[in-house]
């Protein structure tokens, strides 16, 4: 039989929205470090970090060995004035904490950032989709790390910061919504700051790119000065136009 | 374990055949039971290198439609017991080739095999993507010039990204460099990147440098692997390589002309 509250016409609806939430990365299981850390952030940044949401990201920890007490972690994170809201990566001790304190878990997707030294093909993305103007100042996982070649028709995209310790060959496109470091030869095309972060810069130990930009203002091989190509370099923009800047290596 | 082995490189014409027919051969010599597939369906090349392309009566595509058996197909190397080729069909294209078929048959040959050595067609197409997807090895066959090492540099990109260990995300796909074709004197007039050239651009594990040889043709058209050819410097160039990839230290020879060898030697 039909309830009263069914024949309400609209109390309440399920809609499906997606969020940007900061995710915290541990690497120790040190309360003390933790709180004291997470306090240097805070004070740097208090406005960014006020009430804000947080996934706690305890994979990382676990896989090496660290022992984490949510309970702990939890009080420690609330009294610095966060909202943890969910972790990932818990062990089932953890996980089964986590139900207690009635946060939920979340699954480490596949789009997520690869652990660090892992190989990673056409796209390399991140996931913790922060601000990113504050993620350089917090501890989040913002940045992707390359670590094998990126070869010619491959394509890497980080929504962070893009570290590559390998080269970059003629006809590959690394491209971050952050900035670009690259500690090896440049060849291929490289573009920082795609979503218009005109602070954002390329730094590269080689410069022998087919094409640079920063924010959209770009530079082909051909407007590269004899100056600087083959040099350690820095690029950044000053008064939309691209600036190419030694480095002073210092062995 | 077997392992199986992809001779490939983008660019067509570089020397993938011949490789693979010499370090078929030489693995084969070594004592270690070979087989070596032509994937170059449509075209037939290695049975002719090979020199038994007047037995050929079944061919990889029947085998993979099952309308002949591994054993009906596997033909057995005049010159060496250890050594079998299967060979392409001339009559079919590549898309008789499928993913699943060609797994099932390196399966099977992965039993009784030690090494399975793929003889890729060129480009990035299926035929090619096929011959390296299940490889635990690739022997990125280079020319020096610079449109040769930019498809190879390409293809390592695909061997890192679309192979069955990228996808499975297992240990990579061991990738080595052969540089063939090499003639240190056109490398001398600047008309040849040289070695290092080559190196800087790629980044990889140089497994040895084949020399520009006439030994290659005079092999092929006899119908014997040039490594076969023990006094030729192509064929000791393809012994090398074959020692280096068992694990051996073997000094790297023709790289340098001999002349500029002696003189360095003299100092003269
Ligand atoms: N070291 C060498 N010295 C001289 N000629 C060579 C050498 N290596 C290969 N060749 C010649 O180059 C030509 C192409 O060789 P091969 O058929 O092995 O290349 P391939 O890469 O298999 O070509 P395809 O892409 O068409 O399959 C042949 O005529 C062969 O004799
Ligand atoms: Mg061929």
Redesign the pocket.
Known sequence: MLTDASNTPFALEFKSASFSVPVLVLTTDDMDVIEQKLQEKVRKAPEFFKHSPLILDLQEANNQGCLIDLFELVGIIRKVGLFPIGIRGGNAQQNKQALELQLPTHSISSRDAPPLDEKKQDTASQEPEVNTHASSNIAVAATTLITYPIRSGQRIYAKGDLVVLTQVSAGAEIIAEGNIHVYNSLRGRALAGVQGDVEARIFCFDLQAELISIAGNYKISEDLGDSVKGKAVQIYLQDQALIIKDIELHH | MARIIVVT?GK????????SAAIAMGLAKRGHKTAVIDF?VGLR?LDLIMGCERRVVYDFVNVINEEATLNQALIRDKNCNLLYILPASQTRDKDALSQEGVGRVLDELKKDFKYIVCDS??GIEKGAHLAMYFADDAFV?TNPEVSSVRDSDRMLGLLASKSRRAEQNEEPINEFLLL??YSPDRVKLGEMLSVDDVQDILSLHLLGV????KS??NA?NSGTPVILDEKSD?GQAYADIVARYLGEDRPHRFIEDKKGFFRKLFGG
């Open positions: 490189s067509g014409g570089v020397g993938k055949t011949t490789t170059d090349n067609p060129a066959v063939t074709r084949i020399p520009e040889s290659v043709l092929s192509a």
